[in-house]
């Protein structure tokens, strides 16, 4: 999830909206689990090394941005996003609800985190990552 995105998450805990949005998200991945308010307010480093804690930590805190956003009458014209940042496009789009979205995200951070893959770029790593990502 990298300090930038906790740290942002945790800062904008102070918006109504926002809060608001990661409580539901945080009722969603309980189910998991997993402790959001944690993760967003006290994880350590080796927390978010866990491919299911960043990527579920990203996309509440992406779904939360939208939902800030959407409250205050912000509408985008036209969305891009990358590897869990498609999540969030999805939920800005309307495509997914925030449950689908922390979903996706979850799973997809299993699937990474259980395939044990080699660190690196290695052309192996790529396909096997390629591989897990079609079963998806």
Known sequence: ?????????????????????????????????????????????????????????????QIALVDCLKAMGIEPDGIVGHSVGELGCAYADGCFTAEETLLAAYFRGKCIQEANLPAGNSKRTKQKLNLIILCF
């Open 1 to 61: 999830m990298g300090t930038q995105w906790s740290g942002m998450g945790r800062d904008l805990m102070t918006l109504k909206f926002f809060h608001q949005s990661i409580e539901q998200s945080a009722i969603v991945l309980k189910k998991y689990d997993i402790d959001l308010f944690q993760l967003i307010l006290s994880s350590t480093p080796s927390d978010l090394d866990k491919p299911v804690n960043s990527f579920v930590g990203i996309a509440a805190i």
